[in-house]
């Protein structure tokens, strides 16, 4: 098994700080983070990445070969956080609230 961890991606490095990630769902999966991005508390995702067939991948999105995340526009970061809030999430589907 050879993905990103998730708790790696700090770049860009001027705009990331506080990085908690809520959901690492491991190799060939996605990620979801809570951070501050230039000062404001943010909510951000990105593809972990692995080995598919024999080749390495960083994950999505990436910067010029350095894992980077996607941050969320508030109304899709606050509708996913109420979503993981919520006591009935399927977690076998996703595990979101981990």
């Known amino acids: 098994m050879s993905?990103?961890?998730?708790?790696?991606?700090l770049s860009p490095k001027g705009s990331i700080k506080n990085l908690k990630v809520i959901r690492d769902g491991g190799e060939n999966?996605?990620?979801?983070?809570?951070?501050?991005?230039d000062g404001s508390p943010v909510l951000?995702?990105?593809?972990?990445?692995?080995?598919?067939?024999g080749f390495p991948s960083i994950g999505n999105p990436q910067s010029r070969g350095i894992p980077t995340w996607f941050?969320?526009?508030?109304?899709?970061?606050d509708s996913?956080?109420?979503m993981i809030a919520l006591p009935t999430?399927?977690?076998p589907a996703g595990e979101l609230g981990q």
């Open 3 to 9: 993905y990103t961890k998730p708790e790696t991606v």
């Open 29 to 37: 999966d996605w990620s979801l983070a809570e951070m501050e991005w």
């Open 44 to 53: 951000a995702m990105r593809w972990n990445g692995g080995s598919n067939n």
């Open 71 to 77: 941050v969320l526009p508030d109304e899709v970061g």
């Open 80 to 82: 996913i956080k109420a």
């Open 89 to 91: 999430v399927n977690k």
